[in-house]
């Protein structure tokens, strides 16, 4: 038996960030995983990842925070995994917007162009 897509999605945020989850059904547990899932949440820019869940052989469930290194992750469900993963991908996304909404100011340079 192969393993079997249950669910693929792949997004383009209107910044170019990248949301793609993709989770199959295995026909054995990938080590030290004892659930019968391979999964691999994504969400970054290209060249650049800034949240990701995934399990690998060796590794087991596991997830990667930008400025947090990777991290043990106790997988319980399908839908708590997508919960989980949805909420870490949003505080990028949160303090982006703060950021955009509360700019630093801009100062004058000495020609007159302005510079952060």
Known sequence: MR???LFYERRMEADG???EMKIWRVPEAVPPSTHGLKYSLFYGYPGRRVVGFDNERGKGDH???EG???????????EALVADFST???RPKANKHERTQNPRP?????????FR
């Open 3 to 5: 393993a079997t897509l």
């Open 17 to 19: 960030a990248i949301i």
């Open 63 to 65: 997830r990667h925070i």
């Open 68 to 78: 947090e290194g990777e991290q043990p992750y106790t997988f319980t469900t399908v």
């Open 88 to 90: 870490r991908s949003e």
């Open 106 to 114: 801009r100062h004058s340079g000495r020609h007159g162009r302005a």
